[in-house]
């Protein structure tokens, strides 16, 4: 609870900030804060507010008592706001189904803003600064209310997700998704942001174990499609580039900039500050390319690439890292990744073929199969792969749960009727959380490394799994 109430305070200084930085750029702008049209709702729908803690929070936030005030959580005044006050064009590079809401108005969601901040023309009067400070308002107040609000100490108040043991308790779903991950709701623990994960800690005298797959997604493409890039990250012998060994991204940002990336400055990559391994031109095209290549793994259309790039945020700033390439760009970048690297092409028809002559694609470790339906092209492609991930970690889960059974109890704080039991707490997409006794903690990370790091026939990249002791989740 120490660590919500420090988020919960860091959220409400950052939301009070770019109101603040929201207001002046409007007054800049020539915007009268004070003068928008009154969207006070009618007293059922104030009644039905009143009991939502997480709106009656985020209206404390960013209304006065004045009702025309302008109100950043009301979506016409916001609409007001973009399309009269500043009279903005239709988003570009956005998809159709992202520009109006079901009744038929033009769209306010975060696809549209982030179109605003990313146009060159709106930089240059100031436009797209004050659509960013709307942008980060409604970031600290969704983090708020989606992950800190709901673990506060109000056990039977609206969407109070802890319970009277102090903890969390997610409903888990095992069969939430098409590909066979698991599903969490109540929180969804497999959807926290870093920052978010902090509140959750080991109680005294136990530990947490956090083991994650290295790359795990990449080591599957690598083996299944046989991607040059790839099989040289994980299988080859490692090339050193200035004393350190290039791993998956680096190789594929040099396969994409060549030079300019491995030429940077010398002191970008890497610097001698290593909580920060790349800044600069080297940073640049190492990111770009990372996030490239994620975009389109799965045949994915120019126009899709293009949007998942430039919508790729600075995880601390907010700040769109790549708003300034330009269709082109990232179109010359994505010819550069075909002609250079075409075994992505001849994999992604090989998968449609299969497909199309069993009339069903599976994944190879348990065998699941999607059949022949109105799938998308993208969906029979990535469907092995993510299959494959998910089948992986569901049976590293069983084979946890047969080794550190859920009664791995130690000396502990917690003793008799009500001691505490401790064990596997959660998985997400690539990695588990595991809860021991604190004297029994480097022997579970042992045991939790040896089960997440395994080969399988036919693959011919391993997993590897890397595990950490920690105190509160991170």
Avoid at 86 to 93: F, K, Q, R, T
Wanted: proline share 6%.
């Amino acid at each position: 609870q120490s660590e919500r109430l420090r988020l919960e305070i860091e959220l409400v200084e950052s939301a009070h900030k770019w109101r603040g930085a929201l207001f002046a750029r409007m007054t800049e702008a020539g915007i009268d804060v004070g003068n928008f049209n009154d969207d006070r709702k009618k007293p059922e729908e104030l009644k039905r507010r009143a009991q939502d803690d997480d709106e009656a929070w985020e209206d404390r936030l960013t209304k006065t008592t004045d009702a025309r005030v302008f109100n950043p959580s009301s979506r016409e005044q916001v609409a007001e706001l973009l399309f009269q006050r500043l009279d903005l064009d239709l988003a570009d590079n956005v998809q159709e189904k992202d520009l109006w809401t079901e009744s038929g108005e033009r769209s306010t969601n975060d696809a549209v803003l982030r179109s605003y901040v990313g146009d060159p023309l709106l930089k240059h009067n100031g436009v797209s600064s004050l659509v960013h400070a709307l942008r980060m308002l409604r970031r600290a107040t969704k983090t708020h209310s989606t992950f800190v609000h709901p673990l506060r100490p109000a056990w039977g108040e609206p969407r109070c997700y802890l319970h009277r043991d102090g903890r969390a308790h997610p409903s888990y779903r095992a069969f939430g998704t098409g590909v066979g991950r698991i599903a969490a709701s109540e929180p969804n623990t497999l959807n926290q942001p870093p920052n978010v994960r902090a509140m959750f800690t080991a109680p005294s005298g136990y530990s947490l174990v956090d083991c994650d797959q290295d790359s795990l997604h990449l080591r599957i493409i690598g083996s299944r499609w046989r991607i040059p890039s790839l099989q040289e990250a994980y299988l080859g012998k490692p090339r050193l580039h200035r004393g350190h060994r290039m791993g998956p991204h680096e190789l594929f940002a040099e396969l994409l900039y060549g030079d300019r990336f491995m030429k940077s400055p010398h002191g970008t990559w890497p610097p001698e500050n290593t909580a920060q391994k790349f800044k600069g031109e080297a940073k640049f095209c190492r990111d770009a390319g990372k996030t490239t290549r994620y975009a389109g793994a799965y045949v994915a259309k120019l126009g899709t690439i293009y949007r998942e790039v430039t919508s790729a945020e600075d995880k601390k700033t907010g700040e769109l890292a790549f708003s300034h390439l330009t269709m082109s760009d990232v179109e010359d970048l994505y010819d550069t990744w075909m002609t250079r690297e075409p075994e992505w092409a001849r994999a992604w028809t090989m998968e449609k073929e299969t497909w199309t002559r069993q009339s069903y694609i599976d994944e190879p470790l348990l065998g699941r199969r999607r059949y022949c339906g109105d799938e998308k092209e993208t969906d029979v492609i990535n469907f092995p792969i993510l299959g494959l991930e998910a089948a992986l970690m569901n049976v590293i889960t069983i084979e946890i749960t047969q080794a550190i059974p859920f009664e791995y109890i130690g000396p502990g704080p917690n003793k008799g009727p009500a001691r505490h039991v401790a064990g596997l707490i959660n998985q997400n997409y690539d990695s588990v959380l595991v809860e021991v006794p604190a004297e029994q903690a480097a022997k579970t990370r042992g045991i939790v490394e040896e089960i997440m790091t395994r080969s399988m026939p036919g693959m011919d990249i391993p997993f590897k799994g890397e595990a950490k002791i920690i105190q509160a989740w991170s």
